[in-house]
Antibody
Framework: EVQLVESGGDFVQPGGSLRISCAAS????????MNWVRQAPGKGLEWVSA????????YYADSVKGRFTISRDNSKNTLYLQMNSLSAEDTAIYYC??????????????WGQGVLVTVSS | QSVLTQPPSVSGAPGQRVTISCTGS?????????VHWYQQLPGTAPKVLIY???NRPSGVPDRFSGSRSGTSASLAITGLQAEDEADYYC????????????FGTGTKVTVL
């Protein structure tokens, strides 16, 4: 059974940094693109970032490019998102989401339960 | 910022048929990129409902169907049930100006 469990959500001050994680199980982690998708309170879904199975290609939404860094440790079956220069607009539930293939991001066939990141002074 | 446009809400009585539109542009849906649909029940993570325009994952009832034409796509729910009350999002791929996955604005389905 595929499982994605996010952790590391917290309350952060504007300008601060935070790293969130996603522990994966139930599938061959290194064989798939992995994504982060966020949802601000009461708002819609926004794709944030993706990384291919071998970690050599990363993709970012314009809203986070230059501030967020996606990475993965295939030996630990874990996906990460390092978030710097956080602002109130980054407040959201962050979901880890698996792609059904490797290569170019396509869609999300499995989702984690999400982790809340709150940016406020 | 969503680049795919959906109606904010649709409603129907139990047993009725409702459709949700998803309007894109020549750089995403109109370029032939696949459309996928997600259902988000209150307080839960989204789950895939339709992938590759008109394919249902195992376990998704055949009451749900998808289609794509030109720069738009649609999700149809036939035989509407109370448990279908949720938010629905379309999603596609847009390489302009750089690779990104794009979502629709979301539609709240209310069962009357």
């Amino acid at each position: 059974e595929v499982q994605l469990v996010e952790s590391g959500g917290d309350f952060v001050q504007p300008g601060g940094s935070l790293r969130i994680s996603c522990a994966a199980s139930g599938f061959m982690f290194s064989n798939y693109v992995m994504n982060w998708v966020r949802q601000a309170p009461g708002k819609g879904l926004e794709w944030v970032s993706a990384i291919n199975g071998g970690s050599y290609i990363t993709y970012y939404a314009d809203s986070v490019k230059g501030r967020f860094t996606i990475s993965r440790d295939n030996s630990k079956n874990t996906l990460y998102l390092q978030m710097n220069s956080l602002s109130a607009e980054d407040t959201a539930i962050y979901y880890c989401a698996k792609d059904p293939f490797d290569g170019t991001p396509y869609y999300f066939d499995y989702w984690g339960q999400g982790v809340l990141v709150t940016v406020s002074s | 910022q969503s680049v795919l446009t959906q109606p904010p809400s649709v409603s129907g009585a139990p047993g009725q048929r409702v459709t949700i539109s998803c309007t894109g542009s020549s750089s995403n849906i109109g370029a032939g990129y696949d459309v996928h649909w997600y259902q988000q029940l209150p307080g839960t993570a989204p789950k895939v409902l339709i992938y590759g325009n008109n394919n249902r994952p195992s376990g998704v009832p055949d009451r749900f169907s998808g289609s794509r034409s030109g720069t738009s796509a649609s999700l149809a729910i036939t035989g509407l049930q109370a448990e279908d009350e949720a938010d629905y999002y379309c999603q596609s791929y847009d390489p302009s100006p750089r690779t990104s996955l794009v979502f629709g604005t979301g539609t709240k389905v209310t069962v009357l």
